[in-house]
């Protein structure tokens, strides 16, 4: 049988501080990450599937379902 375990007992390790962030770190954040983005015309030009992103996510994941259990079908033949 195991002795009893009480978390009280075994004393926590300190925790090494967290250095702060650099200044005006998260003021930069948000236009750092839109700079990284693909631009929306490039994207809209080059997708060939916009038509499915107009739909809607319960539609789109109906049509995935017949697409997946179709191939399966084909391939079972």
């Known amino acids: 049988m195991k002795p009893p375990f009480k978390l009280d007992e075994h004393p926590r390790r300190?925790?090494?501080?967290l250095s702060?962030?650099?200044a005006g770190y998260f003021?930069?954040?948000?236009?750092?990450?839109?700079?990284?983005?693909p631009q929306a015309d490039a994207r809209e030009a080059s997708s060939g599937w916009r038509w499915l992103a107009r739909h809607s996510p319960a539609l789109r994941t109906a049509l995935?379902?017949?697409?997946?259990?179709g191939a399966l079908r084909l391939l079972s033949i």
């Open 14 to 17: 300190p925790r090494p501080l």
């Open 20 to 22: 702060n962030p650099p």
């Open 27 to 37: 003021d930069q954040l948000p236009m750092r990450v839109m700079a990284r983005l």
């Open 64 to 69: 995935a379902s017949v697409a997946l259990l």
